[in-house]
């Protein structure tokens, strides 16, 4: 999975924010628990990389590029 | 020992000097040993199921974060020597005899909740089957219901799905990790707190604070306040309401599904000022488990604002895993295959808030009424979210609207009668009877019981309405001016008499319009029994 690729699962839920820059998005309440679900559902689905449940916590999900780091981790992982 | 006895302001009493004349170092010790007399108030039956659960729950993780360490240490120790294959083989083992603890920790502490809580409903839905088919029934049980057994089996269960996960390393010391579990100004109601929030502050050293304390002060007063001025001062008109169904329809039903939104938030919100209040005076902050929530404009917006650590207890506990387990994952790919990509991403979001809200609301209690009260939060969120859409074209369509004060009273109203109407499961007796009482709304509607002195039937005198109803002014107030910041730190920069005049004014409404000043008997808090 790319980042710009990323970009676009994010821009699908939320075309109004600017997923390159926002830093809060747990935070400052961007997303909420059904957003963060379906990104982990489309990022499985498309990309066949299954983020658990322990890893769904503010730090991991505030901006795009800490997002696109955990899958990286995740991706080597396995 | 109720938060409302003079058995407990005793204890405070002298369990406060006690605690910033004891060395630094100790305090953490005088709390444990003050939250296991306090525990033992409630009886030494109760003592031995949270001692169980202490001490499972402890053991358990720190057997799994020995694995985690051997496993560590094994594959540096042999980096170059074992294969890719071998590495992944000997974590797979280590997972599995994680698992096992893990599990075992679990069945064993929500299998004690489960027997002590559900074992009666689940003989008296057997007894009704059995009915049906001319079969025996079984005698009900007398089980011990330890007090708060819910709260800290929750937060106990949720520091080891934490350590499981790797969060944090697990506390080595059982005295220690046993003050998390049952520290005593949140085991009667919650919070529900996050070991990694509280445990720092509860092991801390915690020099007398002039100012932390005089916050603490108030934050409990604030709390009688609204306990016992409000709260149990209402509950009488309520229990007149719902205890004569076939009296009180109508625009009763209505009226009490109000006064129990005012009921239950003065009540629940004036427990929970009191034990971070006392929490604070301890030097432990605690987390705010409300937030204005009546002003809130949805209904995720409601569940965000109250009840704040156990909605994401099971948002973080319950939701997440459920909807991003392999099972979940699976009817995820099958539901976008079958209905296409739009509407098949969504069906296992919305089995997973099905799931959510079924568990919140068994756990909120025994009864058909709690399960149909959770399921139908749950079916709300999904039309809300399916309305989602309607709502934006609605906006783009007229901009203007969504800014107005008149939309936002709008939705703050509807939410507010919404989630009272959903409340009305937690007063009738039966789920077919909220319903039909919630139907008489409709079709035996009249204003006159209003105003023909019916009012002044339901327990309460006239003065106890004033009362009653300027303390609900006053909550209200006391919110409005929330939303500037803490209130207590407004009153700081007050002048010392206006200080004086509220702490006074406060303690004055409590000893006298209080439990001791019309006859009323100080009631339990109505999430203990949970």
Known sequence: MTFDELLEILSDLHPEVDFATETGLIDNKVLDSFDIVSIVTEISANFDVSIPAGEIVPENFNSAQALFELVERLSDED | MLFTSFGFILFLAILFPLYYLVPKRLQWMLLLA???????FAGWGCLIFIAVTTVTCWYASLRMDRLQKRQSLYLKARKEALTSGEKKAYKAQVKRKKLGWFLAALLLNFGILAVLKYTNFAIVNLNAVSALFGGGQLQLVDLLLPMGISFYTFQTIGYVIDVYRGKYPPQESLPRFALFVSFFPQLVQGPISRYDDLAPHLLGEHPFDRRTVSFGLQRILWGYFKKMVVADRLLTAVTAIIGAPETYDGIFVLLGMFLYALELYADFTGGIDITIGIANTLGVPVKENFIRPYFSKNIEEYWRRWHITMGTWFRDYIFYPVSVSRPMLSISKKSRSLLGPELGKRVPVYLATLITWFATGIWHGASWNFIVWGLLNGVVIIISQECAPLYRRFHERFPKVGATFGWRLFQVVRTFWLMSALRSLDCYRDVPLTFSMVGTIFTRFSLTPLFD????????????????????????????????????????RSPAAARYAVAFGLTFAVLVFGAYGVGYDASQFIYNQF
């Open chain 2, 453 to 492: 002195g019916s009012l002044l039937e339901l327990g309460l005198g006239a003065g106890d309405w004033i009362v009653a109803g300027l303390g609900c002014l006053l909550i209200l107030g006391v919110s409005l001016r929330q939303r500037r910041g803490s209130v207590r730190e407004q009153l700081e």
């Open chain 2, 34 to 40: 003050a939250s296991y007399v306090f525990y033992a």
